[in-house]
Every structure is written in structure tokens, then in C-alpha cells.
T-cell receptor
């Protein structure tokens, strides 16, 4: 099955801890994206990558980091510098910009 | 920054009725997309309409685009309870730095 997967579904972060959210796609897409969604809100772009080994900051990159070492994978690390990390995180991919984006099921991050 | 603005913010209708949602944007675009999000899930792409198109259909969905008014509408005909979801529009600014701009969404409730 082709698609985009995210893990874990729920993630709990302790104070001062870095956590990493996984995003994998087997759609052979060049572009990948990370979004943050807060309750009742639209999507805000954290980081995006158009090609392997290259990525750009989105609108709310502070406190987050990413890597793109493989075409299939685009992990997001929420660092301790992100003071309000509780949110629903969505990963997406597309064959090119600005074509259709395919979304994963999301990871809900909660702070203990 | 949010370019797309959907209205209404919330819509409640009876099964079988039509639902219309609107999206307004501020700058010139290459295309406009509509997505659906069921509660707690990832987004699903519905329709992409390009700036040189005025209307597009997909099953029970009809999307119109008026570039002179910088607005789009999504019509769902003969709604079903399964259409209950949030609907988002997303635009790309012509010549921008390759990211979609998302609206805050319309929450649609279809009552059986």
C-alpha cells in the first residue's frame, strides 16, 4: 500500500526533554512538510523539504528541528526550546509544489 | 500568515441538504485546493482548481473559483452524515517561497 505514515500516534514529553516524531512515505515524493495544528485552528507550517539533504524553515520553526537524509523519511524533533509543544502534528508529502499534498494520520503531542 | 479565510466557521445541516462553504484569499494564486479533515485525523485532498479554471466537479463536490473576487466556494450536494468534518482551503501565492497558505476551516455537521 502506498501512503504516508506517522508514529507514534500519541507522544508524551517531559519538561526539558527532546522528542522525535517519525514520518515515512513510500509515494516517491520529493517534497515533504511538517505542520502544527492547534484546537480549532488551521495548519501552520513548521519546516518543509523539497529534496533530500535540503530543508527550509516555515512560519513557526523556532524550537523544532528536522533532517532529510533519505527521500522517504522526514523526522521532526521537538526540542526543549519549544515552550508550548502540546498540539497535533501532521506530516505531508507531495510530488512537487504546489500540487496535492498527502497527509499522514498525525501525532498528538502532550506535555506531562 | 493566513491567506485563506473560510466562512462560515461552522455549519449545521440535515442529511440530504446541500452545504456551501466559501474561501477568500488576498494575493494572486496559481491554484486553490480544498481538503477535508475528520476529527483527530489527517487531511484528505478533495479538489485542486487552477487559476485559469472557473469550475470543477468531483462526484457530489462542486468547486468554483472567481479570481477577480479572490474567492472560491465548495458545494457538497445531497449531504450525508459521513460528510461531517472540517473543510480547509489552501492557496499558493504566485511566485512565493513554495508553501501553501491554509485557512482556519469550516466545521460541517450533517445531522441524520
Amino acid at each position: 500500500d502506498g501512503g504516508i505514515t506517522q508514529s507514534p500516534k500519541y507522544l508524551f514529553r517531559k519538561e526539558g526533554q527532546n522528542v522525535t516524531l517519525s514520518c515515512e512515505q513510500n509515494l516517491n515524493h520529493d517534497a515533504m512538510y511538517w505542520y502544527r495544528q492547534d484546537p480549532g485552528q488551521g495548519l501552520r507550517l513548521i519546516y518543509y523539504s523539497q529534496i533530500v539533504n535540503d530543508f527550509q524553515k516555515g512560519d513557526i520553526a523556532e524550537g523544532y528541528s528536522v533532517s532529510r537524509e533519505k527521500k522517504e523519511s522526514f523526522p521532526l524533533t521537538v526540542t526543549s526550546a519549544q515552550k508550548n509543544p502540546t498540539a497535533f502534528y501532521l506530516c505531508a508529502s507531495s510530488s512537487a509544489f504546489p500540487e496535492t499534498q498527502y497527509f499522514g494520520p498525525g501525532t498528538r503531542l502532550l506535555v506531562l | 500568515s493566513q491567506q485563506g479565510e473560510e466562512d462560515p466557521q461552522a455549519l449545521s445541516i440535515q442529511e440530504g441538504e446541500n452545504a456551501t462553504m466559501n474561501c477568500s484569499y488576498k494575493t494572486s494564486i496559481n491554484n486553490l485546493q480544498w481538503y477535508r479533515q475528520n476529527s483527530g485525523r489527517g487531511l484528505v485532498h478533495l479538489i485542486l482548481i487552477r487559476s485559469n479554471e472557473r469550475e470543477k466537479h468531483s462526484g457530489r463536490l462542486r468547486v468554483t473559483l472567481d479570481t477577480s473576487k479572490k474567492s472560491s466556494s465548495l458545494l457538497i450536494t445531497a449531504s450525508r452524515a459521513a460528510d461531517t468534518a472540517s473543510y480547509f482551503c489552501a492557496t499558493d501565492e504566485a511566485g512565493n517561497n513554495r508553501k501553501l497558505i491554509w485557512g482556519l476551516g469550516t466545521s460541517l455537521a450533517v445531522n441524520p
